[in-house]
């Protein structure tokens, strides 16, 4: 028996598709697989970042000796020209997120994810950095530090979104599940209760 040939065409052009859309498919999940790598790499360099002990010595300017320096007229003075950054660690901050933000702006971070870890902290340092960025911006331009004001702005815009937090809705907290337990260990069961764990 023997296939007409228009047949035979067709099967081959449905064949030639299914392997096609095969292989888009698959290129597909191994350009969303590479994305999550790359995200994830760039995420864990921004907490190596966030842990170097020379970031944190930063940080800690930014929060326990900058609310006074900015009351310092002299101090914000240093600010309208080049500035030496031995006197104001606080612009290592600035570039820090200035640099992140450009990262999450143009898609290389992943913005939900990096919103729910740091969005809080974020919007607290641009607060406390608004003074010597709003200073900076009156001899230069407000093109400086616009992406930090964007990351800033866009945490805000997320804990707007999520005003409870982000815990996830199907997921009981620990004190309606009667709190965490060692594993294989069993919680005391109330009288009334009618679901007792099995172990």
């Known amino acids: 028996m023997t296939l007409d040939l228009g047949l035979w065409n067709a099967l081959v052009s449905t ?6 859309a ?3 498919i698959a290129a597909l999940r191994q350009i969303r697989h590479l994305r999550a790598q790359n995200t994830l790499a760039g995420l864990l360099k921004v907490l190596d970042d966030w842990r170097d002990p020379e970031f944190q010595r930063w940080l800690a300017f930014v929060r326990h000796e900058l609310p006074n320096r900015i009351n310092d007229p002299a101090f914000m ?22 640099q992140v933000g450009s990262f999450l702006k143009h898609g290389l971070l992943d913005e939900r994810v990096m ?3 740091s969005s809080s902290s974020c919007n607290a340092t641009w607060a406390a950095l608004e003074p010597v ?3 900076m911006r009156r001899t230069r331009s407000n093109a400086l530090y616009e992406n930090f004001e964007y990351m ?10 999520h005003p409870g937090g982000c815990y996830p809705k199907d997921t009981p907290r620990l004190a309606e599940l009667g709190g965490a337990h060692v594993y ?6 109330q009288a009334d209760d009618p679901s007792p764990i099995s172990t």
């Open 15 to 20: 064949a030639t598709l299914l392997v096609v």
């Open 22 to 24: 095969a292989t888009a």
């Open 77 to 98: 003075d240093e600010l309208d020209g080049r500035v030496d950054r031995s006197r104001h660690p606080e612009l290592y901050i600035c570039d820090w997120y200035e």
């Open 115 to 117: 919103m729910d870890v």
């Open 133 to 135: 960025s709003a200073r």
């Open 152 to 161: 800033a702005a866009r945490g805000v815009l997320f804990e707007r979104a």
């Open 184 to 189: 294989g260990s069993r919680p005391s069961v």
